[in-house]
């Protein structure tokens, strides 16, 4: 038995020490592809935010606060570090790594909304997260939404198992062997941002017989309340304020959650009981307007553009006082 | 749990260690933790059977006790014959009830009347096929005396749901391994060597052979309209080595499993294509469920006693029931009876046991004769195999007739990867050169070559990483 298990014990450390040198490879050459994947990850770790503004949210943020107009409004440097598809509970990923930076910017927004307390129990595009797992920044939130995910971290090479593509980029990165054609991608956003290119078509109505009351649950809300809580503490701890904006909907999705009143003076109720601040532009007008939409839940790139502006006045008062 | 799940390899080691260090040696305790894990393994595909598994499992054995007590012919005759009846009637009703009540129905829609009567919604409990056969030959074993019944009830359900062969087999004796449940077992390295390297070479042949052939085959079959000929002829050899490498995989898994627990399975598989004839097909393939119906059925028929006609009905009994055996459907039936056409030549000229050593068991290169007779074997399970994985018998049918009617047209639409074909290949060299051992994944134990034989090992891991094919419920699960 001694020298079977002795056996397997080094057979499995060999197994394990040549997945890991395999693994590593991959992380290594896809954390030096800069795309739309992994681009703003790159300038995460590579200590490149050193943005006096950082725009932190779901793709509500990703894809409706743009850098571009922030830095020419008011001046200062701005990143936008909206996660597609991310709920509070995955933001964190963003806002722990942008902590563990030297250069800590002087303001966050930090663009919160109704869907974005609502919790996910898978990963959502997983991969974009796969060559940062190592990090405990990253592991740690996500390892919450998903259980399984320390097979990942800790069982090399699995996290890349059943993705090709990236086994197969990570490696030509890493060695420096030019990309197929379908394998290159570019970074096409602008310091983070995304604009949507398209004008939703149809006026939403079927919207209007949707309750969305239990799409967030009491307990949800409270998850996120503590998650808040837990963010404006770690950033106060740096002396970086920090702004909560809710961002407008499409107004008939706006009319369709029925505990909506109750998000939003729980969203005051944190900005209050922190030091912090709330806006609240979800009422504002823009969200009538069909044709500034891509969808209900995302403006295009129009709408981001008037939305930004609106918001740059407040940026504007805001650093005046 | 399947073999290639996630769960079964944080389970194995669990119950591994369970097995051996808490034991202390003590054949009670190891049998205790057998049973444990065997119903919490099968508890993981529904736990809702394991009422299921136990009841026959208990019924058999108490059946076994009065027929080894009665005296009386008669008696034990009526015995067994109930332990045929509930067995027979549970599969019977779990896996055959709804196929014939549809069957009655056309039968009647087809004379211009209708029959009254639905199908229910019956669930097929996993391994009800292998474990009801189990317990079949035990009661009938004991009927005929060749066995002593079991009075230990422990040693008879670890029998009867041992985890590793309990969903998908092979289809363990009783005089083979109860006998092992009765003593303690004693950890032996090479055993459990070979145990682990038998799991290895299963999991490549599920995963990489296997799974990678099913996405081929099941393109093909579902749209075999659209396919040219070779592409249909590339199809049925996909679905001959997913067949292959998925069944034989499992039971190298499910034989490695229990080398590692100090239990010897039979051997299920020994390298089937390698035949050169069906009789020596059926020889190596599923040897477990063959030597059933041999010893069971064919048998107790008459077996190669009487007139030629007579053995003519008893082979054609004998290959529609396993044809039936494998599932609710005609295209099992057919598949039977066309090895049964295959068959009854061979049987009459009394060349079944022609070929009864392995291929070229003295050196390596066959003579071209040989080659030439796998070949024509392979040619004719691949036919076989088209009746068996179509859904209806119009299917294989059509499938075939595509397949011929442009065969001197060469080309293909379905640009299926040289990888796949590479890896089946590999799979025959590593058979071949080891035919004749128990199976196909063996190095010379030369001190030397550890470092290769350790490369070869992670190579074939690296093979199961790199081409793990769309994950496939093993087949032999629904039967």
Redesign the interface.
Known sequence: ?K??LI??FV?SS??WM?GFAYQSIIDRGLQQNYNDTYGDWIEVYNQRINHDIVILGSSRAWVQVNPKIIEKQTNKSCYNLGLDGARLQMQKTVWRSLLKQKNKPKLIIQVVDYFALNTRSNLYWKERFLPYLNYQEVYGPLSVIDS?LW?DRYLP?LRY??YDDL?SIGWKTFFGIKLDSNEKAKYTKYKGFKAVNKIMEEEPVFLDSLQFETHVNAEQIAFGKNVLHEMIAAFKKENIPVILVYLPNHHRLRKSIKNRKLVVQMFQDVADSTGSYFWDMSKDSLSNCLDLYADPLHMNSAGADLITLKLCDRINNFVKN | MAFNS?EFALFLPVVFAMY?FLSFRKKIIQNIILLLASYLFYAFWDWRFLGLIFGSSIIDYFLALFIAKKNKKATKRLLVGTSIAINLGLLGFFKYFNFFVESFQEVFTLFGSSLGGSTLNIILPVGISFYTFQTLSYTIDIYRGKIKAEKNPLNFLVFVSFFPQLVAGPIERATNLLPQFQKERT?Q?NH??SG?QQILWGLFKKIVIADNCAHWANEMFSNYGSFTSWDLVMGSIFFSFQIYGDFSGYSDIAIGTSKLFGINLKKNFSFPYFSRDIAEFWRRWHISLTTWFRDYLYIPLGGNRGSKWRQVINVSIVFLISGFWHGANWTFLAWGLFNAILFIPILLFKLNRTHLEPITHQGIISSLRDVALVIFTYFLVLHGWILFRSDTIFDAIKYTERMYNRIFEWGFYSGFGIDILIFILIMLCFEWFNRKKDFGLHFPRINWLLPFR?LA??GI?ASI??Y?GEPQVFLYFQF
Request: glycine share 4%; proline share 3%; net charge positive.
């Open positions: 038995m020298l079977f056996k397997i057979f060999t197994l040549c399984s097979i090479p198992h059943g086994n | 996630f051996w950890f390295y459990a060597r682990m350790w090992y992670l891991i990483y790199s793990t």
